[in-house]
């Protein structure tokens, strides 16, 4: 799904108090596995940053795959 399709009020990247990275959110839950929010960010998801070395490694590696299996 590329970032023209995702609505930044429901998924994206955000780093949440307490993490050491920023994690990739979609219904609450980092794709990773390993975070959950409670609530959404009230400014919205980071979008197209994908790349950043901020970025938890294993939320990468997932969107990677998605974006293979897409195309």
Known sequence: ??????????????????????HYYREWRAICGGMLLFKHPAEGYELNNDNSADNCAACKR?????????G
């Open 62 to 70: 997932k969107k990677a795959q998605e974006a293979s299996n897409a």
């Open 1 to 22: 799904m590329s970032a023209e399709q995702v609505d930044k009020n429901v998924e994206g990247w955000t780093w949440t108090h307490g993490a050491r990275k920023w």
